[in-house]
């Protein structure tokens, strides 16, 4: 069982900045693409970025251009900056383990394993 823990989240004015890390427990960093989702209230969880072993990304429409998805594979860290927030972005963000394929399209496939997730809050 991959232990996830995520951390950063907090409450931001709309147009500021967070900076999300997650750094899945045992070896299977090096070997896993890692994801980002987010649920907000009364919504099912989504995939808002993706990133592959060799560094392919994919993001969601809703936040291309905002969004930066990175990984330290020496800190066995994922990273997600989150630039220009607004209040459509407050959820509970949470990173993931899994695999990804890129010969037709990009997908990324989640692992079984999430963490407790952290809440980022846009609000003036």
């Known amino acids: 069982q991959v232990q996830l823990v995520e951390s950063g989240g907090g409450l931001v004015q709309p147009g500021g900045s967070l900076r999300l890390s997650c750094a899945p427990s045992g070896s299977i960093f090096r070997i896993s693409a890692m994801g980002w989702y987010r649920q907000a209230p009364g919504k099912e969880r989504e995939l808002v970025a993706a990133?592959?072993?060799?560094?392919?990304?994919r993001y969601a429409d809703s936040v291309k251009g905002r969004f930066t998805i990175s990984r330290d594979n020496a800190k066995n860290t994922v990273y997600l900056r989150m630039n220009s927030l607004n209040p459509e972005d407050t959820a509970v963000y949470y990173c993931?383990?899994?695999?990804?394929?890129?010969?037709?399209?990009?997908?990324?496939?989640?692992?079984?394993?999430w963490g407790q997730g952290t809440q980022v809050t846009v609000s003036s």
């Open positions: 990133i592959g072993v060799g560094g392919t990304t």
């Open positions: 993931n383990a899994g695999s990804m394929t890129t010969r037709d399209n990009i997908s990324y496939y989640p692992g079984t394993s």
